[in-house]
């Protein structure tokens, strides 16, 4: 079975600095998808980043970007130029070809200003 | 796009009472998923329908829970009867497509409170 870990339960940011959180997940595919979701206290979940596992290149989106080792099955989400509404939880999730979408424990970020 | 819409947003009941949570995914969308929410699981799929189809139901915690899609545009998560451990909150997702390259867009979620 599918796993997924984030071992940092919080993580706190200057405004304006750059932060990276950490995840790591287990599997035995080849043909998967990986994403970054933030719940912010409203508890909606945004999607903010997502990786297919074929793709050898990080994806980006604006100050949002990922350092994805297949190899080492990790997958880092670097946010840069941190703002106030980043402040919020951040899932890292998995989703295999026909499955189902699974959660790391999730990290909360606080940024300072 | 009016996006995920659930209903209702919070609903506080006794323990004994059923409880029935909707969705109406976002129009085009063919796949639907119910997760729950909690402090002590964190996020977890309860249930996926694919065309109306449920296609994993491994999440259901036991025979309470019972969900449904009777069209492409409506589905409910019943809980009878309701349990104290039950209380969470309850998202519901939709994406197009089968295949996991596709993202799921997440509704605003429904607390619930059993007392």
């Known amino acids: 079975a599918q796993t997924v870990t984030q071992s940092q339960p919080e993580m706190s940011v200057q405004e304006a600095e750059t932060v990276t959180l950490s995840c790591t997940y287990d599997t035995s595919e080849s043909d998967y998808y990986l994403f970054w979701y933030k719940q912010p206290p409203s508890r909606q979940m945004i999607l903010v980043i997502r990786?297919?596992?074929?793709?050898?290149q990080n994806a980006t989106e604006n100050r949002f970007s990922v350092n994805f080792q297949k190899a080492a099955k990790s997958f880092s989400l670097k946010i840069s130029d941190s703002q106030l509404g980043d402040a919020a939880m951040y899932f890292c999730a998995y989703r295999s070809a026909i499955g189902k979408l699974i959660f790391g424990q999730g990290t909360t970020l606080q940024v300072k200003p | 796009d009016a996006g995920v819409i659930q209903s209702p947003r919070h609903e506080v009941t006794e323990m004994g009472q059923e409880v029935t949570l909707r969705c109406k995914p976002i129009?085009?969308?063919?796949?639907l998923f119910w997760y729950r929410q909690t402090m002590m699981r964190g996020l977890e799929l309860l249930i996926y329908f694919n065309n109306n189809v449920p296609i994993d139901d491994s999440g259901m915690p036991e025979d309470r829970f019972s969900a449904k899609m009777p069209n492409a545009s409506f589905s409910t998560l019943k809980i009878q009867p309701s349990e104290p451990r039950d209380s969470a909150v309850y998202f519901c997702a939709s994406s197009l497509g089968k295949r996991g390259s596709y993202e799921q867009y997440f509704g605003p979620g429904t607390r619930l409170t059993v007392t």
């Open positions: 129009s085009g969308h063919n796949s």
């Open positions: 990786q297919e596992a074929y793709k050898q």
